[in-house]
């Protein structure tokens, strides 16, 4: 498996999420948005239907309650301000309101966008905005976990959320890099 890096320079993402909101598919500035904003692994993003983030009423829930594709265990992830925002912006731009309908559907069928597809559409994103490296899917996980350590908050915290092992997992896994390391040295 190659090892993707996150998103580090802020204004990157802000660039990618402009080009994403004022493009053809709503889908992908949801996508985007969804996958910085809860660390979901991909597998569990595109699983996700309509109905997993309405609830009965039509409302946006606040918190998502999903059983994780990987580990099995069952986990609630809060839906903060940006992803609530993404959410209406999508369903007022797509007109989706089938609670069975995937969230991220494909363009070539009523299935879920698949996991290549999206790697793909990651990498372009990147590309788009002139990132140089290696970006996919696992990107945007990195990316909730590199900025949570750049706003200060503790690796301990950040590994829980992630569901790693041990915090050394999670300095690797985010991009904790030795020039860094260096810096604080200095």
Known sequence: MTTVEPIRDPKKIVAIKTILKHGKY????????????????????????????????GDIVEALHIREQKTGKGKKIKLNQSAREAIEFYFSKAGVRDGDEFLFKSLRSDGALDRIRANSLVNKWCNEVGL????????????????????????ELIQEKLGHRS??????????TQEEVNNIED
């Open 132 to 155: 140089e490296g290696r970006f996919g899917t696992h990107t945007l996980r990195k990316t909730w976990g590199y900025r949570a350590r750049k706003l200060g908050k503790p690796i």
């Open 26 to 57: 709503p889908r992908d500035y949801l996508l985007f948005v969804m996958g910085l904003n809860t660390a979901l692994r991909i597998s569990d993003l595109l699983a996700l239907r309509v109905k997993d983030i309405l609830s009965r009423q």
């Open 167 to 176: 915090p050394a997992v999670t300095r690797r896994y985010i991009g904790v």
